[in-house]
C-alpha cells in the first residue's frame, strides 16, 4: 500500500514539473481581431517605457510551433531594424562629435563604429508576449530589449574605443529622455 502511494506521489509531482515546465512557451492570449492587445496594432507605440519592441506576425502556417517561432523571428528582425535605425542615428552624432574639423577621421570613426554594431548580435532580446487571432488565423509575438541590455553590449564592444562608447552612451541617454518627454507629451494630449 506504502508503495502505491509514494508512486501516486512520484507521478503526481512529476506530471506537476512538467505542466510547469512545458507552461512558458505557450499563447498568453487569443481571440479575435478586436480582442487583440494594443501592441499587435500600435507595436512601440503601445509603451511608455524605454525598451525597444518589436512586432512579428506568422500567418497561413498550420504548425502551431513553425507558426509561433516564425512570429518569434520576424518580432527579433523587427526590433533589430528599430534597433539599427537608432544606433545609426546615433552613430551620426557620434561622427559629428568627433568631427573637429577633420572630416575623413570623423568618417574613418563612424565607418569603424557602423562596422561593429552590424557585426554585434542582439542578445537579451526576449519574446514578452505572444496573441493568437482566432478570425485571422495570425500568430503574433512582442520582442523587448531593455536599454540596460543596449549598455551592456556596448560595454563588451572591444574595438570601439572608450571614447566612442562614452559619446554612444551619453547620445542614447539624451535620445531616451527625449522619448520620455514626448511620450509625456502624448499622454497629455490624450487626457484633454
Not at 506568422?58 to 513553425?66: D, K, R, V
Not at 554585434?120 to 540596460?148: C, F, K, W
Request: proline residues 1%.
Amino acid at each position: 500500500m506504502r508503495l502505491k502511494q509514494m508512486m501516486l506521489l512520484g507521478f503526481l509531482v512529476g506530471g506537476g514539473l512538467a505542466t510547469v515546465g512545458c507552461g512558458g512557451d505557450q499563447i498568453k492570449h487569443q481571440g479575435g481581431t478586436d480582442n487583440a492587445p494594443q501592441w499587435v496594432n500600435q507595436g512601440a507605440a503601445a509603451f511608455k517605457d524605454k525598451a525597444f519592441y518589436g512586432v512579428g506576425v506568422a500567418s497561413g502556417i498550420s504548425s502551431i510551433s513553425l507558426r509561433r517561432s516564425t512570429a518569434d523571428a520576424q518580432a527579433r528582425a523587427e526590433l533589430a531594424r528599430v534597433f539599427t535605425s537608432k544606433v545609426q542615428n546615433l552613430l551620426k552624432n557620434y561622427e559629428a562629435s568627433t568631427g573637429d574639423g577633420d572630416k575623413e577621421a570623423a568618417e574613418a570613426h563612424r565607418q569603424e563604429a557602423t562596422k561593429v554594431f552590424t557585426e554585434m548580435e542582439l542578445t537579451g532580446v526576449e519574446i514578452i508576449d505572444r496573441y493568437y487571432d482566432l478570425e485571422q488565423a495570425s500568430q503574433y509575438a512582442l520582442a523587448r530589449l531593455e536599454p540596460e541590455a543596449f549598455e551592456g553590449q556596448l560595454d563588451r564592444l572591444d574595438r570601439l574605443s572608450t571614447r566612442a562608447k562614452e559619446v554612444i552612451r551619453e547620445n542614447a541617454r539624451k535620445a531616451f529622455q527625449e522619448l520620455d518627454a514626448e511620450s509625456a507629451k502624448r499622454a497629455a494630449q490624450a487626457a484633454e
